[in-house]
């Protein structure tokens, strides 16, 4: 079965490559600049985690719903960078194959907007919870 779903990642990706990792704090971020981030961003999600360092600022925060759980839904807090990766890689547990594909790129400041595409398929040890 294969999953390709339309995702939109706007307020979560806001602390990546912040002014305040940037040695002096003068950076200005551009489209150049906050186009490599985006690409580094997907680029972990994918599976290279050693972006980690050069993509998220120490103290990364993800806002995101809550996940489904066996007693209804549970909080899966995020709040440094590795607590960040640690997330991603539970997300692609159970994946026989899955890669995001970025569709479009929006910047306004430090804000990056990802409009993006996950091409998945479920492999034998998904063991996700899909509420009825």
């Known amino acids: 079965m294969i999953a390709s779903t339309i995702f939109w990642a706007a307020g979560a990706i806001a602390s990546l490559a912040s002014a305040s990792s940037c040695p002096g704090g003068d950076f200005k971020p ?3 600049s906050q ?3 985006a690409a580094s961003y997907i ?3 994918n599976g290279d985690f050693s ?3 050069r993509t998220f600022a120490p103290d990364v925060v993800l806002y995101q719903d809550r996940r489904p759980g066996p007693g209804g839904s549970e909080e899966l807090p995020v709040g440094s960078s590795a ?3 640690e ?5 692609r547990f159970g994946w ?3 890669k995001f594909d970025i569709r479009n790129l929006a910047f306004d400041g430090y804000n990056v907007v990802i409009r993006w595409a996950l091409n998945a398929t479920v492999g034998p040890r998904d063991k996700m ?4």
């Open 30 to 32: 551009n489209a150049p």
């Open 35 to 37: 186009t490599i981030v």
């Open 43 to 45: 680029d972990i999600w």
């Open 51 to 53: 972006l980690e360092n």
């Open 83 to 85: 607590e960040f990766i």
């Open 87 to 91: 997330f991603m890689k539970l997300a």
């Open 96 to 98: 026989n194959h899955y």
């Open 129 to 132: 919870l899909i509420p009825m």
